[in-house]
């Protein structure tokens, strides 16, 4: 599909999200609506390939990935319900409204504030904020088009404070607490492109902070990426202010370039426990 296709579908659901839609048709017909929906949907990692136009559109949507499975556990129940598939639809179909209809009645219900995890929600959005910032490039040159904008905060906590009130619906429980920010973090996590993740995850756990830097091959050795997709990868980082970037010796020509964590993604790593591991949620 061409990119100006996918901007207008996007500009779209971005509309439908935020409430109101209008459409005019050269019929001279104009459909408007105005409402609330959902959209839940499953996707490969390609999605990350379209993360910049997402991204420059306005992002909307929160992301919960599955990881790597189990091929041959999966295969050998694949084995055990062949012939059996229509059944197993109504059984899920039956199951997914018995588990929305518990939620019908909401009237009554109220949520308590927890000051400690309000404010490590705040910080995880405004990680998440820079690191999934897109820098458009040129795609003949990989010349940086512009300089980026971080998004506010407001609709990312909104989105994230949400998710933790359908959590604690579900958990039956009446507020947020460290066990409930350990699934927000993961999603919070999710949302980065997994490659950035990547990188950002490994330079944390290798301390690789104030005086400490890194050159480029190191950091494609320590995340196993090839050294020249590892480089756009630090020089986007960098333009969105998450790391700064030094010449191993400036008298020498064609030297290295080498990179550590700025002041501000270790305030925010660190304020957010963003990769802090936790035993109960999969990292």
């Given at each position: 599909?061409?990119s100006?296709?996918?901007q207008?579908?996007?500009?779209?659901?971005?509309?439908?999200?935020?409430?109101?839609?209008?459409k005019?048709?050269?019929?001279g017909?104009k459909?408007?609506?105005?409402?609330?929906?959902?959209l839940l949907?499953?996707?490969?990692?390609?999605?990350?390939?379209?993360?910049?136009v997402?991204g420059?559109?306005?992002?909307?949507?929160l992301?919960?990935?599955?990881?790597?499975v189990n091929?041959?556990?999966t295969?050998?129940?694949?084995?055990k319900i062949?012939?059996?598939?229509?059944q197993?639809?109504?059984e899920?179909?039956?199951?997914?409204?018995?588990?929305?209809?518990?939620?019908?009645?909401?009237?009554?219900r109220?949520?308590?504030?927890?000051?400690?995890?309000?404010s490590?929600?705040?910080?995880l959005?405004?990680?998440?904020a820079?690191?999934?910032?897109p820098?458009?490039?040129?795609?003949?040159?990989?010349?940086?088009?512009?300089?980026?904008?971080?998004?506010g905060?407001?609709?990312?906590?909104?989105?994230?404070?949400?998710?933790?009130?359908?959590?604690?619906?579900?958990?039956?429980?009446?507020?947020?607490?460290?066990?409930?920010?350990?699934?927000?973090?993961?999603v919070?996590?999710?949302?980065?492109?997994?490659?950035?993740?990547?990188?950002?995850?490994?330079?944390?756990?290798?301390?690789?902070?104030?005086?400490?830097?890194?050159?480029?091959?190191?950091?494609?050795?320590?995340?196993?990426?090839?050294?020249?997709?590892?480089?756009?990868?630090?020089?986007?980082?960098m333009?969105?202010?998450?790391?700064?970037r030094?010449?191993e010796?400036?008298?020498?020509?064609?030297?290295?370039?080498?990179?550590?964590?700025?002041?501000?993604?270790?305030?925010?790593?660190?304020?957010?426990?963003?990769?802090?591991?936790?035993?109960?949620?999969?990292?």
């Amino acid at each position: 599909m061409r990119s100006e296709a996918q901007q207008e579908i996007l500009g779209q659901l971005r509309e439908v999200y935020d409430g109101q839609y209008s459409k005019a048709f050269g019929t001279g017909k104009k459909i408007d609506w105005a409402g609330h929906v959902g959209l839940l949907g499953a996707v490969t990692p390609v999605y990350d390939k379209h993360y910049s136009v997402i991204g420059t559109l306005g992002d909307r949507f929160l992301l919960y990935r599955t990881g790597s499975v189990n091929g041959r556990k999966t295969g050998m129940q694949a084995q055990k319900i062949v012939g059996r598939e229509d059944q197993m639809r109504g059984e899920i179909r039956d199951a997914v409204h018995k588990f929305l209809d518990q939620f019908n009645d909401l009237s009554g219900r109220q949520f308590k504030t927890n000051e400690d995890v309000n404010s490590l929600i705040v910080d995880l959005a405004s990680f998440v904020a820079l690191a999934r910032l897109p820098v458009e490039r040129d795609y003949r040159n990989q010349t940086v088009l512009y300089q980026p904008l971080p998004e506010g905060t407001p609709r990312l906590v909104k989105q994230l404070m949400q998710l933790g009130m359908g959590l604690a619906l579900v958990l039956g429980e009446t507020g947020f607490d460290i066990e409930i920010y350990e699934t927000i973090k993961k999603v919070g996590r999710d949302l980065l492109p997994s490659q950035r993740l990547k990188i950002l995850q490994y330079l944390w756990e290798e301390g690789v902070i104030t005086t400490t830097w890194h050159k480029t091959k190191e950091v494609a050795d320590g995340v196993n990426m090839p050294t020249t997709t590892v480089k756009l990868i630090l020089e986007d980082l960098m333009i969105v202010e998450l790391l700064d970037r030094n010449i191993e010796d400036e008298d020498k020509e064609r030297s290295p370039y080498m990179w550590k964590l700025s002041n501000t993604a270790f305030d925010l790593m660190k304020s957010s426990e963003v990769f802090k591991v936790s035993e109960n949620v999969p990292f």
